[in-house]
């Protein structure tokens, strides 16, 4: 009996030309006797169109083509479905994809994607969206913010380039997070709310994450001098240091002074004065090495 898979390619992701992607995809689901159905997402109503074809086919496996967007937007759709997504990195923000240290060869992926075992992965809500890799409040969500329009991907690769911006950074606000049945106050530059260990840059924010453990991470940056960030952007960082705290926790509410910037995955969300967040369990199933 041949299996279903529905393979959803994000055609602009990346500024990359995708017809060789599609073409390598139908090659492999050929020779190893998959029945492939093509799905490229437009921008308009996906996540239903997805769950339409879905029913339609009920593939056993969606293989996704595109970066952290485009796969989160997929494992939306399929919240309420018992299906593996597969991998193949080919967004401008693939987080996720470093994160589960995917090789870097399209015919090493697809063998993943399609046909290796998987995880299955803790989501974050935070106010009722959904976060797959991290998100954080302050000094990275203006750089998003700045940055949105602009050809530079990966924090730290902009967060020098903008270290002008650095020097006339907001205040540090005071944030007052209650988790573990406790509150605490910190001032801070910056919060990443965290359900993996690096951003799409490889540098690692968050070294005893991990996405399948029930739980998130929120490190808050207190002070973000120009060695801290030297340090940061060199991979190694100083988690015992006086300017870091790491709280580990299943849900969270943080509360900030003053409306601060804050994105999800690389997509800006506002200014925001109070997060609700809390950890879905075991939210997706994803193709790992």
């Known amino acids: ?21 599609i073409e390598a995809v139908s090659e492999f689901a050929a020779i190893n006797h998959f029945d492939l159905e093509v799905y490229e ?11 339409s074809v879905y029913n339609q086919y009920q593939p056993e496996r969606i ?25 193949l990195p080919a967004g401008s923000a693939n987080g996720l994809s470093v994160d589960l240290n995917l090789p870097s060869t399209i015919e090493e992926n697809l063998k993943i994607a399609f046909l290796h075992h998987y995880i299955e992965m803790d989501m974050i809500c935070i106010n ?10 302050g000094l990275n969500a203006n750089l998003v913010k ?31 997070i209650t988790a573990n049945k406790e509150t605490v106050k910190h001032v801070a530059r910056m919060i990443v709310i965290a359900n993996s260990q690096k951003y799409g840059t490889g540098v690692t924010i968050n070294p005893n994450g991990a996405m399948n453990d029930g739980k998130f991470e929120l490190i808050i940056l207190k002070s973000l001098d120009l060695f801290l960030i030297g ?32 994105q999800i995955d690389g997509e800006y969300c506002g200014a925001q004065t109070s997060l609700e967040i809390h950890i879905l369990h075991k939210q997706m199933k994803i193709a790992i090495p």
Do not use: C
């Not at 041949?2 to 992607?21: E, Q, R, T």
């Not at 921008?43 to 769950?51: P, R, T, V």
């Not at 988690?239 to 002074?257: F, L």
């Open 63 to 87: 293989v996704v083509a595109g970066g952290d967007g485009t796969i989160k937007m997929v494992a939306e759709a399929m919240e309420e479905h018992d299906v593996i997504i597969g991998i």
């Open 231 to 262: 340090k940061i952007v060199t991979g190694n960082m100083p988690i015992d240091s006086e300017d870091v705290v790491i709280i580990s926790t299943e849900k969270a509410i943080i509360e900030t002074d003053y409306p601060v910037n804050f």
């Open 146 to 176: 700045n940055y949105e329009e602009s050809d530079v991907r990966g924090f730290w690769g902009y967060a020098l380039q903008a270290f002008t911006t650095l020097t006339d950074v907001n205040e540090p606000f005071v944030a007052t």
């Open 128 to 137: 009722g969206k959904k976060s797959i890799h991290l998100s954080d409040l």
């Open 41 to 51: 997402t437009t921008g308009k109503s996906d996540l239903k169109e997805i769950q």
């Open 1 to 21: 009996m041949k299996k279903n898979i529905l393979f959803v390619v994000n055609p602009i992701s990346g500024d990359l030309d995708k017809s060789d992607l």
